[in-house]
């Protein structure tokens, strides 16, 4: 998860669903838009991290990608 969270300490925020409990945020994260994807990998890259071949995985839809996170 290091990969994905900047020396900031915001991360992508389809990662941090708002849900009542662990079941509906992993299905709300499994869901996300790849335009949101993107969008928040981008930013984070702004906010200091280098782009991984993780990060390319899941802006490319890589399905191992996201069964890892």
């Not at 020396?7 to 992508?12: D, E, K, N, V």
């Not at 849900?19 to 299905?27: Q, V």
Request: glycine share 6%.
């Amino acid at each position: 998860m290091s990969e994905l969270v900047p020396p900031t300490g915001a991360g992508p925020f389809f990662l941090d669903p708002l849900t009542a409990d662990l079941e509906h945020g992993l299905e709300a994260v499994r869901s996300s838009t790849n335009t949101l994807v993107r969008s928040e990998l981008a930013r984070i890259h702004r906010n200091g991290l280098p782009v991984t071949p993780l990060m390319r995985a899941l802006a490319d839809e890589d399905r191992q990608a996201w069964q890892y996170l």
